[in-house]
Protein backbone atom coordinates (compact mmCIF):
# COMPACT_ATOMS: atom_id res chain seq x y z
CA UNK A 1 0.00 0.00 0.00
CA UNK A 2 0.86 3.43 -0.69
CA UNK A 3 0.33 6.36 1.53
CA UNK A 4 0.88 9.47 1.39
CA UNK A 5 1.60 12.98 3.90
CA UNK A 6 -2.12 13.27 4.41
CA UNK A 7 -3.26 9.64 5.18
CA UNK A 8 -0.23 8.18 6.90
CA UNK A 9 -1.61 7.14 10.26
CA UNK A 10 0.75 9.35 13.17
CA UNK A 11 0.19 6.91 15.82
CA UNK A 12 0.49 3.27 13.84
CA UNK A 13 3.91 1.30 14.15
CA UNK A 14 6.00 0.96 10.62
CA UNK A 15 5.53 -2.61 9.27
CA UNK A 16 9.19 -4.10 8.34
CA UNK A 17 9.85 -3.31 4.90
CA UNK A 18 8.67 -0.22 4.68
CA UNK A 19 10.10 2.16 2.05
CA UNK A 20 10.18 6.33 3.46
CA UNK A 21 10.23 7.85 0.10
CA UNK A 22 10.97 11.75 -0.66
CA UNK A 23 11.04 13.60 -3.68
CA UNK A 24 9.42 17.10 -5.00
CA UNK A 25 8.47 16.17 -8.28
CA UNK A 26 5.13 14.88 -8.47
CA UNK A 27 5.13 12.39 -11.51
CA UNK A 28 8.81 11.00 -10.24
CA UNK A 29 7.28 10.29 -6.25
CA UNK A 30 3.97 8.47 -8.40
CA UNK A 31 6.11 6.49 -10.37
CA UNK A 32 8.58 5.22 -8.25
CA UNK A 33 6.05 4.50 -5.46
CA UNK A 34 4.34 2.47 -8.00
CA UNK A 35 7.18 0.91 -8.74
CA UNK A 36 8.29 -0.10 -5.52
CA UNK A 37 4.08 -1.25 -4.45
CA UNK A 38 4.13 -3.35 -7.00
CA UNK A 39 7.31 -5.49 -6.09
CA UNK A 40 5.39 -5.81 -3.12
CA UNK A 41 6.98 -3.10 -0.91
CA UNK A 42 5.04 -0.72 1.80
CA UNK A 43 5.45 2.50 0.12
CA UNK A 44 4.97 5.89 2.45
CA UNK A 45 5.62 8.98 0.24
CA UNK A 46 6.42 12.72 0.89
CA UNK A 47 6.84 15.55 -1.07
CA UNK A 48 9.09 17.91 1.32
CA UNK A 49 11.39 17.03 3.97
CA UNK A 50 9.31 18.45 6.60
CA UNK A 51 6.76 16.07 6.30
CA UNK A 52 9.26 13.13 6.35
CA UNK A 53 10.39 14.03 9.04
CA UNK A 54 7.34 14.76 10.79
CA UNK A 55 6.01 11.30 9.44
CA UNK A 56 9.45 9.95 11.51
CA UNK A 57 8.92 11.72 14.63
CA UNK A 58 5.37 10.30 15.10
CA UNK A 59 6.07 6.67 14.25
CA UNK A 60 7.40 4.52 17.24
CA UNK A 61 10.56 3.05 17.74
CA UNK A 62 12.38 1.02 16.65
CA UNK A 63 11.58 1.96 13.19
CA UNK A 64 11.88 -0.32 10.75
CA UNK A 65 12.63 0.58 6.69
CA UNK A 66 14.81 2.50 4.42
CA UNK A 67 15.28 6.07 3.40
CA UNK A 68 15.27 6.88 -0.30
CA UNK A 69 15.92 10.52 -0.47
CA UNK A 70 16.01 12.38 -3.94
CA UNK A 71 19.45 15.14 -3.26
CA UNK A 72 18.59 18.44 -4.50
CA UNK A 73 15.20 19.38 -3.14
CA UNK A 74 13.38 23.18 -1.32
CA UNK A 75 13.11 23.65 1.25
CA UNK A 76 15.29 21.10 2.82
CA UNK A 77 17.63 19.23 0.36
CA UNK A 78 17.93 15.52 0.59
CA UNK A 79 21.24 15.85 2.21
CA UNK A 80 19.78 18.22 5.15
CA UNK A 81 16.97 15.39 5.57
CA UNK A 82 20.03 12.96 6.18
CA UNK A 83 21.22 14.71 8.79
CA UNK A 84 18.47 15.20 10.38
CA UNK A 85 17.64 11.14 10.79
CA UNK A 86 21.00 10.98 11.67
CA UNK A 87 20.47 13.59 14.40
CA UNK A 88 17.88 11.38 15.62
CA UNK A 89 20.00 8.67 15.90
CA UNK A 90 18.38 6.77 13.42
CA UNK A 91 21.01 4.03 11.70
CA UNK A 92 17.87 3.19 8.83
CA UNK A 93 20.01 2.78 5.39
CA UNK A 94 19.53 5.88 3.39
CA UNK A 95 19.68 5.72 -0.61
CA UNK A 96 20.32 8.92 -2.26
CA UNK A 97 18.58 9.27 -6.22
CA UNK A 98 21.10 12.05 -7.72
CA UNK A 99 21.42 13.93 -10.35
CA UNK A 100 25.04 13.95 -12.41
CA UNK A 101 25.88 17.42 -11.11
CA UNK A 102 24.91 16.06 -7.21
CA UNK A 103 27.84 13.52 -7.52
CA UNK A 104 30.21 15.55 -5.40
CA UNK A 105 27.33 16.00 -2.78
CA UNK A 106 26.26 12.02 -3.10
CA UNK A 107 29.57 11.18 -2.24
CA UNK A 108 30.22 13.40 0.69
CA UNK A 109 26.79 11.60 1.93
CA UNK A 110 28.41 8.67 1.69
CA UNK A 111 31.26 9.50 3.82
CA UNK A 112 28.56 10.67 6.04
CA UNK A 113 27.23 6.83 6.12
CA UNK A 114 24.50 6.65 3.71
CA UNK A 115 24.01 3.50 1.86
CA UNK A 116 24.50 4.34 -1.32
CA UNK A 117 23.27 6.89 -4.49
CA UNK A 118 22.14 6.00 -7.97
CA UNK A 119 22.97 8.35 -10.84
CA UNK A 120 19.71 9.51 -12.68
CA UNK A 121 18.36 8.17 -15.31
CA UNK A 122 18.65 4.61 -13.42
CA UNK A 123 16.86 1.57 -14.41
CA UNK A 124 13.28 0.50 -12.67
CA UNK A 125 14.99 -3.08 -11.40
CA UNK A 126 18.28 -1.87 -10.37
CA UNK A 127 16.58 0.95 -8.14
CA UNK A 128 14.19 -1.86 -6.97
CA UNK A 129 17.29 -4.00 -6.32
CA UNK A 130 19.03 -1.27 -4.48
CA UNK A 131 16.25 -0.88 -2.18
CA UNK A 132 15.50 -4.72 -1.40
CA UNK A 133 19.08 -5.09 -0.74
CA UNK A 134 19.24 -1.77 1.70
CA UNK A 135 15.83 -3.92 3.65
CA UNK A 136 17.73 -6.61 4.00
CA UNK A 137 20.56 -5.10 5.80
CA UNK A 138 18.13 -2.87 7.72
CA UNK A 139 16.51 -6.17 8.79
CA UNK A 140 19.80 -7.89 10.01
CA UNK A 141 20.71 -5.18 11.89
CA UNK A 142 16.99 -4.76 13.75
CA UNK A 143 17.11 -8.61 14.80
CA UNK A 144 21.00 -7.84 16.09
CA UNK A 145 18.93 -4.80 18.12
CA UNK A 146 16.41 -7.25 19.21
CA UNK A 147 18.92 -9.97 20.42
CA UNK A 148 21.04 -7.25 22.24
CA UNK A 149 18.16 -5.87 24.04
CA UNK A 150 16.85 -9.41 24.85
CA UNK A 151 20.21 -10.33 26.50
CA UNK A 152 20.53 -6.98 28.21
CA UNK A 153 16.75 -7.76 29.73
CA UNK A 154 18.41 -11.52 31.23
CA UNK A 155 21.19 -9.78 32.24
CA UNK A 156 19.29 -7.64 34.32
CA UNK A 157 16.90 -9.86 35.61
CA UNK A 158 19.63 -11.66 37.64
CA UNK A 159 20.21 -10.58 41.09
CA UNK A 160 23.63 -9.31 42.84
CA UNK A 161 24.19 -12.72 44.46
CA UNK A 162 23.32 -14.56 40.95
CA UNK A 163 25.57 -12.29 38.89
CA UNK A 164 28.76 -13.43 40.92
CA UNK A 165 27.88 -16.89 40.30
CA UNK A 166 27.42 -16.07 36.99
CA UNK A 167 30.93 -14.87 36.19
CA UNK A 168 32.43 -17.39 38.17
CA UNK A 169 30.67 -20.20 36.20
CA UNK A 170 31.56 -18.16 33.08
CA UNK A 171 35.13 -18.25 33.94
CA UNK A 172 34.66 -21.95 34.11
CA UNK A 173 35.06 -22.74 37.94
CA UNK A 174 33.31 -25.55 39.98
CA UNK A 175 30.93 -25.24 42.51
CA UNK A 176 33.14 -26.09 45.16
CA UNK A 177 35.54 -23.41 43.99
CA UNK A 178 32.51 -20.68 43.89
CA UNK A 179 31.03 -21.85 46.86
CA UNK A 180 34.76 -21.46 49.05
CA UNK A 181 35.18 -17.73 47.05
CA UNK A 182 31.28 -16.55 48.00
CA UNK A 183 31.81 -18.38 51.48
CA UNK A 184 28.64 -20.05 51.37
CA UNK A 185 27.09 -23.92 51.05
CA UNK A 186 27.73 -25.60 47.46
CA UNK A 187 24.01 -26.21 47.83
CA UNK A 188 23.48 -22.20 47.48
CA UNK A 189 25.75 -22.28 44.64
CA UNK A 190 24.11 -25.20 43.01
CA UNK A 191 20.00 -22.76 43.38
CA UNK A 192 21.86 -20.07 41.96
CA UNK A 193 23.39 -21.76 38.96
CA UNK A 194 19.97 -23.04 38.16
CA UNK A 195 18.59 -19.80 38.08
CA UNK A 196 21.20 -18.00 36.62
CA UNK A 197 20.40 -20.46 33.97
CA UNK A 198 16.96 -20.38 33.58
CA UNK A 199 17.32 -16.71 33.08
CA UNK A 200 19.68 -16.66 30.81
CA UNK A 201 18.10 -19.51 28.65
CA UNK A 202 21.37 -21.39 28.69
CA UNK A 203 21.87 -25.17 29.46
CA UNK A 204 25.76 -24.66 30.07
CA UNK A 205 28.45 -22.65 31.61
CA UNK A 206 30.24 -22.13 27.86
CA UNK A 207 26.82 -20.13 26.75
CA UNK A 208 27.03 -18.77 29.74
CA UNK A 209 30.21 -17.32 28.64
CA UNK A 210 29.07 -16.69 25.08
CA UNK A 211 26.38 -14.80 26.67
CA UNK A 212 28.50 -12.00 28.52
CA UNK A 213 30.77 -12.09 25.32
CA UNK A 214 27.78 -10.55 23.59
Known amino acids: MTTTDASAPANTPAPAGIVYLLDDEAAVLDAIAFMLTSRGLDVRAHATGPALLATVDATPRPLPGVFLLDIRMEPMSGLRV ?32 AFD ?16 QALAVDATMHQHDARAAEREARLQSLTEREREVMQRVAAGKLNKVIADE ?4 VRTVE ?3 ARVYAKLGVRSAAEVATVLAG
Open 182 to 185: LHVS
Open 82 to 113: HEELMARRLRNPVLFLSGHGDIPMAVEALKNG
Open 191 to 193: VHR
Open 117 to 132: FLEKPYSDNALAVRVE
